[in-house]
């Protein structure tokens, strides 16, 4: 059985200067590391948020029947009391694929011709075409994916998986969020998708910036040195540690940790942006210049994380929500996303970095195979993810949906039960995983029953 390490002495390992002294003294048993007794498959993940809901009618689940009744009405026996988010009300008409499908493989899996690059991975990815969700508008159904719950205040997935395992750096943050957009209307995304929740302060994702300097004022201003700065830091911290001991508030001792972090991250963070050590064959097969905000630079950028220890890896791409003009538009923000996807995977796998690491491409949500116009509205019965990675039995195809791409008809996939998946891969058991706030026992996979999707599993 793994020996169980606490917070406490992993923050005293990995802190320098009186932050560790004053961390030692507040992080108790309550922040007891959650690691069981099976030996986990992954060190962590890279999470490819595909943000606004991709069709999977136009990406990873193909249905001919849906295309011979292009332009005639939807059969009410599918809609009839279900609910509609924007089609709510209105005449119904199926709209078939807006792009071919071809077979890639060995697994002969079927995939849009919108991802020639990331079909070149069908064996090495396991599809999952059965997911469902439970919120229909895209804020909530972003909470759901990310914290398991609807109720705003609840943890992200990144930062349980950060609180149970901790970071490999001590450098850099251990849970990190990029963002870009382009080829489609791009939804706001939230900082609370990235929230610690009622979990320490220190577990929140840290967002990056995708272009410029990543993280404002990490350099030392004219005239200051890091012999200065150690000063500054080290005589505020001694304060923070005076009120903390007076106060025994967990915030201040964050706030210490956080200080320390950002001290360190001077020097990591322009190491990290530094590309010079990147071939150019590296940056050819991503397609990107470092550092221009693209999705690709993201993928580069998240491939450097990993190495360095970054726990949880989180990009979002904004510009899946096609309402209208879906057969253009679905295939620009496709192609944005293609190459780097594809890149990513190679790029962790000439490393030997993709058996340690989970990669998972989605978004909160599919589309309708009902026609809005020139595109499809939101749909919550039924969307397609793909995992790759260590413990992942690639070219397997999970669950599927019926025959208009409507619902789940085989096998299907609750968002906790990825969250279980995810969670167990990382030799955390789910069911047992908790976190005591307000009088409860809080889970990422919530109250209902949650199943490991062992089928996709090596």
Known sequence: MFNQTTRRSFLAQGLTGLGSIALNDLFGSEFTFGITSFKPKVKRVIFLSMAGGPSHLETFDYKPKLREMDGKAMPESFTKGEQLAQLQGRALKCMGAQHDFSKHGESQMEISD???????????????????????NHDPAHTFMNTGSIIPGRPSMGSWVLYGLGSQSQNLPGFVVLTSTGGGQGQPISSKQWSNGFLPGHLQGVEFQSAGDPVHYVSNPNGIQSTDQRK?????????????????????????????????????????????????ETLDLYGCKPGDGSFASNCLLARRLAERGTRFIQLYHRGW????????????????????????????????????????????????????????????????????????????????????????????????????????????????????AQGLDHKLTGVEPSKIISQILS
């Open 114 to 136: 919108l991802f020639p690059n990331i079909a070149k991975h069908a064996d090495n990815i396991a599809l999952v075409r059965s997911m469902h969700t439970e919120q229909i």
């Open 232 to 280: 500054l830091i080290d005589a505020v911290n001694k304060l923070n540690q005076i009120k903390a001991q007076q106060t025994n508030d967990r915030e201040v001792a964050t706030r210490i940790e956080q200080y320390e972090l950002a001290f360190r991250m001077q020097a990591s963070v322009p190491e990290l942006m530094d590309t010079k050590d990147e071939s150019q």
């Open 321 to 436: 929500d096609h309402h209208g003009g879906i057969k253009k538009n679905i295939a620009k923000t496709a192609k944005i996303v293609d190459q780097g996807t594809s890149a990513l995977l190679s790029d962790l796998k000439r490393r030997g970095m993709l058996d340690e690491t989970l990669v998972i491409w989605g978004g909160e949500f599919g589309r309708t195979p009902m026609a809005q116009g020139s595109g499809r509205d939101h749909h919550i019965k039924a969307f397609s993810v793909f995992l790759a990675g260590g413990g992942i039995k690639g070219g397997t195809v999970h669950g599927e949906t019926d025959e208009l791409g409507y619902g789940v008809v085989k096998d299907p996939v609750s968002v906790h039960d990825l969250h279980a998946t995810i969670l167990h891969l990382l030799g955390l058991e789910h069911e047992s995983f908790t976190f005591k």
